[in-house]
């Protein structure tokens, strides 16, 4: 199946700061992709469609200065935490279809725990 | 909107028992899918099985079956003869054709008691 990595796997900062989170599609290329966030014991929730070469779309709640979405290629997008706060520590994944259409299932990153603070 | 539902927050079986978890979903859609995903300790999200709402026959991978009633809107997933490596959070989820966004429900935790 596709595979999609995530880095880094854990990153532990102090509040104030940025942190950036890196998805890649490794064997196929992916015009969209999905950030999620994960509390403990909690469902995935959906924080934004990241699109290739246009602005994300966040979904309603969701700071769009804080939570920076960029999809430079078709293998790559970024979340960037800005000035990260202990209440966003959290897991983050992002996934991917590796077809549009949503005929497909998607294919999950390993997911990224991030610890302020 | 589509709403996904999973009212059994915890769920346990005995290692080789079949357990069975619920999920019912509301959707507007015509066509769409379902899928079963597990999330081990490791908590990678792991396919475990996918179905068509326009297939009537329902979906079957080894061990793991699902319980297809488009009318009753309900999706269950009934894992046979339970091994310690299903120990895991199943999360039961619905897209409609042609979109993308995965409406997940709010997860079960499955224990294997030995």
Known sequence: GAVVSQHPSWVICKSGTSVKIECRSLDFQATTMFWYRQFPKQSLMLMATSNEGSKATYEQGVEKDKFLINHASLTLSTLTVTSAHPEDSSFYICSAPPSPGGDNEQFFGPGTRLTVL | ?114
């Open chain 2, 1 to 114: 909107a589509q709403t996904v539902t999973q009212s059994q927050p915890e769920m346990s079986v005995q290692e080789a028992e079949t357990v069975t978890l619920s999920c019912t979903y509301d959707t507007s859609e015509s066509d769409y899918y379902l899928f079963w995903y597990k999330q081990p300790p490791s908590r990678q999200m792991i396919l475990v099985i996918r179905q068509e709402a326009y297939k009537q026959q329902n979906a079957t991978e080894n061990r793991f079956s699902v319980n297809f009633q488009k009318a009753a809107k309900s999706f269950s997933l009934k894992i046979s003869d339970s091994q310690l490596g299903d120990a895991a959070m199943y999360f039961c989820a619905h897209v409609g054709r042609g979109a993308q966004k995965l409406v997940f429900g709010q997860g079960t935790r499955l224990t294997i008691n030995p």
